[in-house]
């Protein structure tokens, strides 16, 4: 069972809030992710990180920012929420290993999300 | 850019009834990776593809990768109510990061008792 742990699972907000969605991970991976999915839609890439002090924007634009000030935490933060922010958003870390072919292998573990409506 | 595209979108069988979804990319793939994500639930990894032409089976799961590497399939035999839920999958996007992945449009699955 994965490691990776997500705050708030819900939050109802109103508009013009700045709010700050955790997500921590105990398996000692490098690489953390941000994703963005709409219900039963795909998911978007909005942040990376391969490690401390190192974040990306992904390839969904996105008005959150994140930060990377240790290996296991990698929080995502809006600094005035909107309607259009209402969305599911899903953290997920994996490691650096390499598989039995030598490929990279870089299953991705999630953790169970946080639903957020903005009114 | 590089883009993975799923089918179907919606597939609704008859317990019992096999079920097929496919991935499709115009480029070749390193490999592929295999979720599941239960209603209300989050992705969780099912299986890795690597090799050209690759077949591997979980029980009633059949994935293979074809000879190209630039399509995949995720095949269930004899559905049960515990199959239901979205399957995506999902291939490295080297565009933003060699370590990142391209998720599919996912195939939402309901399996009729």
């Known amino acids: 069972e994965a490691d990776i742990y997500q705050t708030p699972r819900y939050l109802v907000i109103g508009t013009g809030k700045k709010i700050t969605l955790e997500c921590s991970q105990t398996m000692g991976h490098d690489k953390m992710y941000w994703y963005q999915q709409d219900p039963g839609m795909e998911l978007h890439l909005i942040h990376y990180s391969y490690g401390v002090n190192s974040t990306e924007k992904g390839d969904l634009s996105s008005e959150s920012t994140v930060s990377r000030i240790r290996t296991e935490h990698f929080p995502l933060t809006l600094e005035s929420a909107r309607p259009s922010h209402t969305s599911q958003y899903l953290c997920a870390s994996s490691d650096s290993g390499t598989g039995e072919w030598g490929d990279s292998y870089n299953e991705q573990f999630f953790g169970p999300g946080t639903r957020l409506t903005v009114l | 850019g590089q883009q993975v595209m799923q089918i179907p979108q919606y597939q609704h069988v008859q317990e019992g009834e096999d079920f097929t979804t496919y991935c499709n990319s115009s480029t070749t793939l390193s490999n592929i990776q295999w979720y599941k994500q239960r209603p209300g639930g989050h992705p969780v990894f099912l299986i890795q593809l690597v090799k050209s032409g690759e077949v591997k089976k979980q029980k009633r799961l059949t994935f293979q990768f074809g000879e190209a590497k630039k399509n995949s399939s995720l095949h269930i035999t004899a559905t049960q109510t515990t199959d239901v839920g979205t399957y995506f999958c999902?291939?490295?996007?080297?565009?933003?990061?060699?370590?990142?992945?391209?998720f599919g449009t996912g195939t939402r699955l309901t399996v009729i008792p």
């Open positions: 999902a291939a490295p996007l080297h565009q933003t990061g060699a370590n990142n992945l391209f």
